[in-house]
């Protein structure tokens, strides 16, 4: 269909070309318009989500779902942050953060909802020719008397396994305590032994060392908390329990 005339010293624009001109002129003008309303609907009216997380986000494959979501729910500004244990409490009490995830054991239920997304298991990191690698699993008494090398005390790790050796009834020989990548270096040399989360394995595997499920120990339930008590929307930056509850069930429900 021809727009143009050109049989003339100058092309004109034939009937059909007079008509496609006014549609796409007002099309045009509708984008425009379409554009300049998005932009302030994504100024004005995008809701604030400020979620904080332990720093293993990667191991429990959880980065992609919190990315699908912000991808579905564009109406949503989410913000992340990784931090330890100390830290990633204080901004849920402070209302730094919106939501965090962590493990249960950190969450006191009179305070927080706590909705479970995964799990894992306390292992013990060992020399692949220890004599208890051959185990299919082990026993805090099968730890008793070996040298063990644990995660920094304010972690919620090492403080389930002084409750799980307490209750027990041992004392565990700590050599001292240190980061993830530490222990493995000292368990590959044969210093000593250590207990983790088994999802670190498969994230830092070692051919030299192995990891034994520990028997004693209840499985690590990882998950969403918010608080209980959530704050009237009076202000912009106040969160609805409605959207925390649509993130928790995206992450726990992955496409």
Do not use: W
Request: include cysteine; hydrophobic fraction near 45%.
């Amino acid at each position: 269909l021809p727009l143009f005339d050109r049989t003339r010293r100058q092309a004109v624009l034939t009937p059909a070309g007079e008509l496609f001109l006014q549609e796409a002129a007002e099309l045009s003008l509708q984008y425009h318009q379409m554009l300049q309303k998005m932009h302030h609907f994504q100024e004005t009216t995008r809701q604030p989500l400020r979620v904080g997380s332990l720093p293993f986000l990667t191991q429990y494959h959880l980065t992609s779902r919190i990315r699908a979501f912000t991808h579905a729910h564009l109406e949503i500004e989410l913000t992340l942050e990784e931090c330890e244990e100390t830290e990633l409490m204080d901004g849920l009490q402070s209302g730094h953060f919106d939501l965090v995830i962590a493990r249960d054991s950190m969450i006191s239920l009179q305070k927080y909802h706590f909705d479970p997304i995964t799990e894992d298991r306390l292992c013990v990191m060992l020399p692949i020719d220890h004599p208890l690698a051959e185990k299919p699993a082990l026993t805090i008494a099968d730890l008793a008397a070996e040298p063990l090398i644990l995660m920094h005390p304010y972690t919620s790790i090492y403080q389930l396994c002084m409750q799980l050796f307490e209750k027990a009834d041992q004392k565990p020989h700590i050599l001292r305590t240190a980061r993830l990548e530490s222990m493995i270096s000292s368990v590959e040399v044969g210093e000593a032994l250590s207990l983790f989360a088994g999802s670190n394995f498969a994230l830092f595997h070692h051919p030299n060392v192995t990891a034994v499920p520990l028997r004693d120990a209840p499985p690590l339930v990882i998950g969403a908390a918010y608080p209980l008590k959530m704050k009237a929307l009076k202000k912009p930056g106040n969160i609805s329990a409605q959207t925390l509850k649509s993130f928790v069930f995206f992450i726990q429900n992955p496409v």
